[in-house]
Nanobody, 114 residues
Framework: HGQLVESGGGLVQPGGSLRLSCAASGSIFSFAHMAWYRQAPGKQRELVAAITSGGRTHYADSVKGRFTISGDNAKNTVYLQMNSLKPEDTAVYYC????????WGQGTQVTVSS
């Protein structure tokens, strides 16, 4: 219960798009506030986007207007649609609750490069 599996990363050119998915092994999304985080080489992990159990969203200033977080409670999956990607978005992306109450998954690598 509570295992997180991220997927959907890859190599994309600047300006491109990716859609990340985070699947949980339990029905946590119906009551937990979920978030996407990222960690670039040599940097601390940072919160990118969050969504409450009621569907309200929050974004880091660096991704506002480009990224969209959404959830599907029936599928126990949280998504991160990333558009207009920049090289500085390169990182390993993880999901977790806003309170980081679950073990971290393996993450999914996003590389933005020409």
């Amino acid at each position: 219960h509570g295992q997180l599996v991220e997927s959907g990363g890859g190599l994309v050119q600047p300006g491109g798009s990716l859609r990340l998915s985070c699947a949980a092994s339990g029905s946590i999304f119906s009551f937990a506030h979920m978030a996407w985080y990222r960690q670039a080489p040599g940097k601390q992990r940072e919160l990118v986007a969050a969504i409450t159990s009621g569907g309200r969203t929050h974004y880091a200033d660096s991704v506002k207007g480009r990224f969209t977080i959404s959830g599907d409670n029936a599928k126990n999956t949280v998504y991160l649609q990333m558009n207009s990607l920049k090289p500085e978005d390169t990182a390993v992306y993880y999901c977790n609750t806003v309170s980081v109450s679950l073990p971290w998954g393996q993450g999914t690598q996003v590389t933005v490069s020409s």
